[in-house]
């Protein structure tokens, strides 16, 4: 239940008609884990924490970095050098100190994903490399969890809700990971920084929906050109 701070804390959430006090205990109750708390990781961490998501699971290895400020919005100047979980833990706790956050300062591998998602509801995926991708793919099969994956490059972003009731994954989509040698990287290439807000934002509004038992998504795979707002969706099969 909802304590009267809450309550007035999330009150325009609450005066849509479809989240009402309900949908915001759904929030309260869910646990969400987010691997990366860079680019994309930033704003989903945000939104979710903001929207009363009760608890949350920041999993990242790296630290702040000059490189990373004008993206990564979390982080500022007296952050460079420490820990990307404990900078995003300070910030977010003082966000919201209503939600309960759990900290794994670690890469997520085939051999740890199982054991590092098994306690959560839902998976987002904000990281920056295919193992970690595939591993946290293979795990959320495994365990049956829905999945909110998101990618960028440049000013293109990819996303697409997976394993939602059983629906198709990312290996149903690309069956093997590619060679990351022909892969292009945002450290390579570039990135504007509004591109992983904006894309990290519909991250967080995708997993909010599957909270509150909101599919529309599934089995779409969706090609956004943040510059024109173009979208292309390709249908899974």
Same mark, same amino acid.
């Given at each position: 239940?909802?304590?009267?701070?809450?309550?007035?804390?999330?009150?325009?959430?609450?005066?849509?008609?479809?989240?009402?006090?309900?949908?915001?205990?759904?929030?309260?109750?869910?646990?969400?884990?987010?691997?990366?708390?860079?680019?994309?990781?930033?704003?989903?961490?945000?939104?979710?924490?903001?929207?009363?998501?009760?608890?949350?699971?920041?999993?990242?290895?790296?630290?702040?970095?000059?490189?990373?400020?004008?993206?990564?919005?979390?982080?500022?100047?007296?952050?460079?050098?420490?820990?990307?979980?404990?900078?995003?833990?300070?910030?977010?706790?003082?966000?919201?100190?209503?939600?309960?956050?759990?900290?794994? @300062?670690?890469?997520?591998?085939? @051999?740890?994903?199982?054991?590092?998602?098994?306690?959560?509801?839902?998976?987002?995926?904000?990281? @920056?490399?295919?193992?970690?991708?595939?591993?946290?793919?293979?795990?959320?099969?495994?365990?049956?969890?829905?999945?909110?994956?998101?990618?960028?490059?440049?000013?293109?972003?990819?996303?697409?809700?997976?394993?939602?009731?059983?629906?198709?994954?990312?290996?149903?989509?690309?069956?093997?990971?590619?060679?990351?040698?022909?892969?292009?990287?945002?450290?390579?290439?570039?990135?504007?920084?509004?591109?992983?807000?904006?894309?990290?934002?519909?991250?967080?509004?995708?997993?909010? @929906?599957?909270?509150?038992?909101?599919?529309?998504?599934?089995?779409?795979?969706?090609?956004?050109?943040?510059?024109?707002?173009?979208?292309?969706?390709?249908?899974?099969?």
């Amino acid at each position: 239940m909802l304590a009267k701070e809450e309550f007035q804390r999330y009150l325009k959430q609450i005066l849509l008609d479809d989240i009402g006090l309900y949908g915001q205990n759904k929030l309260k109750e869910a646990k969400v884990a987010v691997i990366g708390a860079g680019g994309l990781g930033c704003p989903v961490l945000q939104y979710l924490c903001a929207a009363g998501i009760g608890h949350l699971g920041i999993i990242d290895f790296d630290v702040v970095e000059e490189s990373n400020l004008h993206r990564q919005i979390l982080y500022g100047q007296t952050d460079i050098g420490l820990k990307k979980v404990q900078a995003a833990y300070k910030r977010l706790s003082e966000q919201n100190p209503n939600t309960i956050f759990d900290i794994h @300062d670690c890469v997520v591998t085939e @051999d740890n994903a199982w054991q590092l998602l098994k306690d959560y509801d839902f998976v987002v995926d904000g990281c @920056d490399n295919f193992a970690t991708r595939y591993a946290v793919n293979d795990a959320c099969v495994s365990l049956g969890k829905p999945l909110v994956y998101g990618s960028i490059l440049g000013y293109m972003g990819q996303l697409a809700g997976f394993n939602i009731g059983g629906s198709k994954n990312l290996r149903n989509l690309f069956p093997e990971p590619p060679n990351p040698e022909d892969v292009p990287s945002c450290s390579e290439n570039g990135v504007l920084g509004t591109v992983p807000g904006i894309v990290g934002t519909i991250m967080a509004q995708m997993t909010i @929906d599957m909270v509150l038992g909101r599919f529309e998504f599934r089995d779409q795979f969706i090609l956004l050109n943040t510059r024109t707002l173009e979208r292309t969706v390709l249908h899974i099969t």
